[in-house]
């Protein structure tokens, strides 16, 4: 079973960076999509950017486009989501989604991950 960990969480001012890592259990991630999605109190899950691995494609929430950037880690077991210029409205429970995927069309809908790790905070605040 694939589990992922999330890290990189924490408290940051506004127009702050921070860089959240994901690792998963397997070796590589060749053959998954990956994807970030988060959650505030009292709003629904909403995802917010994903990636397939083998194919590089991209999505990005237009909330957050121009401002977060995912990639691929150099182990090819880690996805980063780098966030910058961040907003108190960025604050939320931040998620890493993966689902076995070999297409080089990006797919971020929530219900579409099937592993999930356990989430790590991040508040934006002054």
């Known amino acids: 079973q694939l589990q992922l960990v999330e890290s990189g969480g924490g408290l940051v001012q506004p127009g702050g960076s921070l860089r959240l890592s994901c690792a998963a259990s397997?070796?590589?991630?060749?053959?998954?999509?990956i994807g970030w999605f988060r959650q505030a109190p009292g709003k629904e899950r909403e995802a917010i950017s994903c990636?397939?691995?083998?194919?590089?494609?991209?999505y990005y929430a237009d909330s957050v486009k121009g401002r977060f950037t995912i990639s691929r880690g150099n182990a090819k077991n880690t996805v980063y989501l780098q966030m910058s210029s961040l907003k108190p409205e960025d604050t939320a429970v931040y998620y890493c989604?993966?689902?076995?995927?070999?297409?080089?069309?990006?797919?971020?809908?929530?219900?579409?991950?099937?592993?999930w790790g356990q989430g790590t905070q991040v508040t934006v605040s002054s």
């Open positions: 397997l070796f590589t991630l060749d053959y998954y999509a």
């Open positions: 990636i397939t691995i083998r194919y590089g494609s991209t």
């Open positions: 989604a993966a689902i076995q995927w070999n297409s080089p069309q990006v797919m971020c809908v929530p219900s579409g991950y099937v592993y």
